[in-house]
């Protein structure tokens, strides 16, 4: 299991991120509105793998103060064995009270019948101040 949190502080215009777990120095800025998470979404190749996403953030005003993800995923069978994550990222969306959250993982498969290759399941996820958000997501093969 991969967990990541990022709080991000905004004064003055500028994005302060500080990657890791939370401590009592690095107490998240207060929220005014949520937390609020979207997902879990889970996707899988039945019998074979699992990758579950999972994004929670809050807001103060119209800006989002804190981002926190979770990424799970599980392998059924020997065919098909994790390799890690390949991107993960927290990023604010230039000149909009919006960020995205976004990670791909890969699997890699093959034998048993199973066609051989890397799996990326991935997913991206818009999240705004008013706790709405957008999902997109998919399994790339290659």
């Known amino acids: 299991m991969t967990m990541r949190r990022v709080v991000a502080v905004l004064a003055a215009g500028a994005a302060l991120s500080l990657p890791g ?3 009592a120095e690095a107490a998240p800025p207060e929220c005014t509105a949520g937390p609020w ?6 996707l899988e190749d039945p019998g074979l793998w699992s990758y579950t996403y999972t994004v929670t953030w809050c807001a103060r005003g119209t800006e989002v103060v804190w981002v926190e ?4 995923h599980q392998e059924f069978s020997a065919t098909c064995a ?7 990222s927290v990023e604010k969306v230039s000149g909009r009270q919006l960020w995205t959250a976004f ?3 890969e699997f ?25 958000h957008d999902l997109d997501y ?5």
Do not use: F, Y
């Open 21 to 23: 777990t939370r401590t």
């Open 37 to 42: 998470t979207a997902g879990p979404l889970h």
């Open 138 to 142: 998919g399994i790339k093969r290659q």
């Open 82 to 88: 994790w390799q890690g994550v390949l991107k993960d």
């Open 108 to 132: 890699s498969c093959g034998g048993d019948g199973v066609e051989t290759g890397a799996v990326n399941p991935w997913a991206l996820i818009n999240l705004h101040p008013d706790g709405n």
């Open 69 to 72: 993800t979770k990424l799970e």
């Open 103 to 105: 990670s791909m993982g």
